[in-house]
């Protein structure tokens, strides 16, 4: 009996260090929330042919992760992993700044009038769940 308990204990550490090697290997960034609306663009959202990114961006502003959604509907739950990484890395480290565009003409980085756009509130980093926007403010 204690060689099969000591035989589990080793598989089972074995797979714990196998998980921390694969997530070291192909990278740790996760992120994820949800985004809402205030009521004044909750119907603009609701709209034909309306794209939603969800951007990360570090303390210089330059983004490093992008979501798209297109035709969303909210409340919309997203998360981000490695592959939406705009350069390929294994983890972003860094304080982010997490904001959300949605539009009709499917640019992101290009605020035309009508736009619409929402920021969460405080800085996250890679690993945080509960990175909840707001959409309430239109571009003039």
Do not use: C
Not at 14 to 20: P, Q
Not at 25 to 47: E, M, Q, W, Y
Not at 65 to 81: E, I, S, T
């Amino acid at each position: 009996m204690r060689k099969a308990a000591g035989l589990a204990l080793v598989t089972g550490a074995l797979a714990l260090a196998g998980w921390g090697a694969w997530r070291f290997l192909v990278g740790g960034f996760t992120l994820s929330g949800s985004v809402t609306a205030s009521p004044h663009t909750r119907k603009r959202i609701a709209t034909p042919n309306m794209m939603l990114f969800v951007v990360a961006l570090n303390t210089g502003g330059v983004p490093v992760a992008v979501k798209r959604f297109v035709n969303p509907h909210l409340p919309l739950q997203w998360d981000m992993g490695v592959e939406d990484l705009i350069l390929p890395g294994r983890d972003w480290s860094g304080p982010l700044s997490v904001r959300v565009a949605v539009n009709g003409h499917g640019k992101i980085g290009e605020a035309l009038k009508g736009d619409l756009y929402g920021e969460h509130r405080h800085p996250a980093r890679s690993g945080d769940r509960s990175v909840d926007v707001v959409v309430d403010s239109v571009v003039d």
